[in-house]
Each structure stands twice: as C-alpha cells, then as structure tokens.
C-alpha cells in the first residue's frame, strides 16, 4: 500500500514545528498573500505556499537517494554504502588538510 501525501494542513504542521525549533516564527509575516509595502516581506500564505511546494518536491527526492555502489557488489553491503555522506561540491576542502 503506497503512502498517503500529507495534507496542506499536515504540512503547514510540518513546516511551523520545524521553524519553530529553529526560532522562526511565521506569525510575525503579514497574513495573506500580500506582501508589506515597507518591508517587502512576501504573506504568510505566500511562503507557506512556497515552502509545501519544497516539501513536497524535495525532500523525497532527497530522502530516497542513495550513492551507486560499484558493480558487483552486494546488496547487503550496497546498503551500508549508502548510509555514507552524500558527496562534497568540493572533496579538496575536506580531504587536502588530511594530508
């Protein structure tokens, strides 16, 4: 049985719990979609919008990538493989100071 997509109520749960811990609070945004015309700051409803949208597209895709294993190589072990960091933009920044 394939899983139910959460709602926009389910997200919008989602996503406030998760700003919240980071010290965002989303109540402070104009409500609607309108933006503030002194500040520029886009609605509320705007960057919830936005964010369901990222949710949704995103994190998924994130979730369900896994590192190639090289051929030949048991899934078993595949598996471990894929619980390693994901790969660096930039492995020398990392790697170089090891040396």
């Given at each position: 049985?394939?899983?139910?997509?959460?709602?926009?109520?389910?997200?919008?749960?989602?996503?406030?719990?998760?700003?919240?811990?980071?010290?965002?609070?989303?109540?402070?945004?104009?409500?609607?979609t309108?933006?503030?015309?002194?500040?520029?700051?886009?609605?509320?409803?705007?960057?919830l919008?936005?964010?369901?949208?990222?949710?949704?597209?995103?994190?998924?895709?994130?979730?369900?990538?896994?590192?190639?294993?090289?051929?030949?190589?048991?899934?078993?072990?595949?598996?471990?493989?894929?619980?390693?960091?994901?790969?660096?933009?930039?492995?020398?920044?990392?790697?170089?100071?090891?040396?």
């Amino acid at each position: 049985m394939a899983p139910t997509p959460p709602t926009d109520a389910e997200l919008d749960v989602l996503i406030r719990a998760r700003l919240a811990s980071l010290g965002i609070d989303l109540d402070q945004l104009p409500p609607g979609t309108t933006a503030d015309p002194q500040t520029g700051s886009p609605g509320r409803d705007t960057v919830l919008a936005s964010l369901r949208s990222f949710v949704r597209g995103t994190v998924g895709t994130l979730a369900a990538y896994q590192l190639p294993a090289p051929a030949g190589t048991d899934p078993v072990v595949a598996m471990a493989l894929s619980q390693q960091p994901a790969p660096m933009l930039y492995p020398s920044i990392s790697t170089e100071w090891r040396k």
